[in-house]
């Protein structure tokens, strides 16, 4: 990666990120295809660094996946989120930190129109109290998940079994770093480094041992574009679009791709299966993909935990090509089993991409 | 100026992100859908900006306002601090009060989307959920989306989910009063009234089309045009 310029972006952009004691809501969409990767922020936070992140089972989706596809009105999601505010204030707690980007994009727009229109904050908290009578204060501190496990990156490298280091050559591992669209580009000074170069996983991948690789369509969205995906006539888009990246990366040869957004890495990792199911065309070596992390998952490979404990069985671009190159080591026999070992049923294998 | 300019103004979105574009175009070159679509960002701001509310009514009524993907990577780069992303938002939500919406095949999808993304807030407290995201509908969720549909329980237990369970967690059954607040909210913030309005205008653009709501939702969902896409 070039640096020049970027360390001054980054400088630019940092921001106030407290050390503890967080109320904490998750995403809808990391929920239903990263379940662990929820488990594993917690198990990092709580666990291994013993911090206080408190969750309420009160708390529900943001609307914001909703909301983009014009389903309820601004004033709906605004007020969903005041109900979200009102869980943190009675629970005792100021800081805020959210799973999903596409809520945390939503934060920080709700906060800033309530910030520039004091109206309508007036108007939100006259809607809360007449369907919930419920009253809220404004959280002190905004933080996405991705955000804390930047802040304690180096109390994790600390504690690493591994690193995002190539074992047979001693070299770092090429690193993709992508970013949820709505992470910065919206505001750009609520994300860690900006919009341009994000720095929030730029700064775990290199802690790490890993290197982050420049190329053309670094900051193109990965192709979600929400109803351009929940719609079936429309996912043309969507995978247009990341087929446009995987050709952007090709030719650096990415030994992985971490992203911070929850629907990022599972568009990034179907997509390249359709598109090897219908062009015959893989972006890994050998006939393989390439392997697309959660930062939980990342972190968690680093801390040493189990790849089927992360829940890298539930890719669809096999990871083991990427566990071997750092060494990491698995059972393959227990990839597809249930709890207590039960053996599951092995899901059908795609016909021209290469599973393990 | 016009009426429909008039209800645009008073949109949020319109009065913090809509200053003064000059057409420089910089936001068609950063934008997934304008790669896709026949789409261009800089003419939808400039004709919510011309006030000419022929134009408007036209746009609304289009396929155009239904291409963006709200990535808002135009928001990042216009040199204005226009958000073409946030207008069009607000032009969508014009277009559904107005009715307008069902004049387009793009802008007919609203009914499928908001079935199932409403449904499974009011229902289960999310806006996707496993039980209604079903493979054949998701095909390219692949053939690890088929096993862990096929196996949901299993897996999301080794992985540590609270599946439908009471207390906190991964997919945790939020508890019915919970659910009852966001009924509430819809109702007190017009999402109630706008899925009526959507039902309300999809069964009669229905009947115009010789077809019942079940297969007009249908093929909503399911049918893409000729001459949306750049060739």
Do not use: W
């Given at each position: 990666m070039i640096y020049k310029g970027k360390q001054k972006i980054w400088s630019d952009y940092q921001k106030e990120i407290p050390d503890d004691h967080w109320f904490y809501v998750r995403s809808c969409i990391r929920q239903n295809f990263f379940p662990a990767s929820e488990v594993t922020f917690l198990r990092i936070l709580r666990d291994e660094l013993g911090k206080d992140i408190?969750?309420?089972p009160h708390h529900t989706t943001c609307g914001g996946i909703a909301?983009?596809?014009?389903?309820?009105?601004?004033?709906?999601?605004?007020?969903?989120?005041?109900?979200q505010f009102a869980l943190m204030t009675e629970a005792g707690y100021e800081n805020y930190a959210c799973s999903c980007i596409t809520s945390f994009g939503l934060y920080c727009e709700t906060l800033e129109t309530w910030h520039e229109m004091p109206e309508v904050l007036d108007r939100i908290r006259e809607n809360l109290w007449k369907a919930c009578r419920r009253e809220f204060n404004i959280p002190k501190y905004l933080a996405h998940s991705s955000d804390l496990v930047y802040k304690f990156r180096d109390e994790i490298a600390d504690r690493a079994k591994y690193k995002l280091v190539n074992k047979d050559t001693g070299e770092p591992l090429k690193v993709v770093e992508h970013i949820g669209c709505h992470y910065a580009k919206m505001f750009p000074s609520k994300g860690v480094g900006g919009a341009e170069y994000p720095y929030v996983l730029v700064g775990m991948a290199e802690r790490w041992g890993g290197n982050v690789i420049d190329y053309p369509e670094r900051r193109h969205c990965c192709g979600y574009g929400f109803r351009q995906y929940h719609v079936k006539a429309n996912r043309g888009y969507s995978i247009s679009n990341t087929h446009k990246k995987f050709e952007s990366m090709e030719p650096y040869h990415?030994?992985?791709?971490?992203?911070?957004?929850p629907g990022c890495p599972y568009f990034l990792d179907r997509w390249q299966y359709v598109i090897a199911e219908q062009?015959?065309?893989t972006y890994g070596g050998n006939g393989y993909g390439i392997p697309v992390l959660t930062y939980e998952e990342m972190a968690g490979l680093v801390l040493g935990y189990d790849p089927w404990d992360l829940g890298m069985q539930t890719h669809q671009i096999a990871v083991e090509p990427l566990l071997d190159k750092i060494g990491v080591k698995y059972d393959e026999s227990k990839?597809?089993?249930?709890?207590?070992?039960?053996?599951?049923?092995?899901?059908?294998?795609p016909m021209n991409i290469r599973c393990c | 100026m016009g009426k429909l300019y008039e209800r645009l103004a008073k949109d949020i979105r319109i009065k913090e992100w809509l200053k003064a574009c000059m057409n420089c175009g910089v936001?068609?070159?950063?934008?997934?859908?304008?790669?896709?679509?026949k789409y261009s960002p800089k003419t939808i701001v400039n004709i919510v900006q011309s006030q000419d509310d022929e134009a408007i009514e036209a746009l609304l009524k289009s396929e155009t306002i239904w291409y963006c993907g709200e990535c808002m990577s135009c928001m990042t780069r216009c040199p204005r601090k226009n958000a073409p992303g946030q207008i069009v938002m607000a032009l969508r939500s014009?277009?559904?009060?107005?009715?307008?919406?069902?004049?387009?095949?793009k802008g007919r999808q609203q009914l499928p989307l908001q079935r199932a993304l409403c449904g499974n807030i009011l229902?289960?407290?999310?806006?996707?959920y496993p039980r209604t995201f079903k493979y054949e509908d998701h095909p390219e969720s692949g053939t690890i989306g088929k096993w862990i549909g096929e196996n949901l329980e299993e897996v999301h237990k080794r992985l540590g989910s609270n599946l439908e369970q009471d207390g906190p967690g991964v997919l945790r059954k939020i508890p019915k009063e919970s659910l009852d607040e966001l009924k509430a909210i819809f109702d007190v913030t017009g999402a109630t009234e706008r899925m009526n309005t959507v039902e309300e205008v999809s069964r009669r653009k229905a009947e115009e089309m010789g077809l019942d709501m079940e297969e007009y939702c249908k093929r909503a969902f399911n049918y893409a045009g000729k001459g949306h896409t750049i060739e």
């Open positions: 408190y969750e309420t909301y983009h596809q014009e389903c309820i009105p601004q004033e709906t999601q605004m007020t969903i989120i005041a109900r990415p030994d992985f791709i971490v992203t911070n957004c062009t015959g065309k990839k597809y089993e249930g709890t207590g070992g039960k053996p599951l049923p092995e899901p059908e294998f | 936001c068609v070159s950063v934008c997934p859908a304008a790669e896709f679509y014009l277009s559904i009060d107005m009715g307008y919406f069902a004049e387009s095949e229902n289960y407290g999310y806006c996707v």
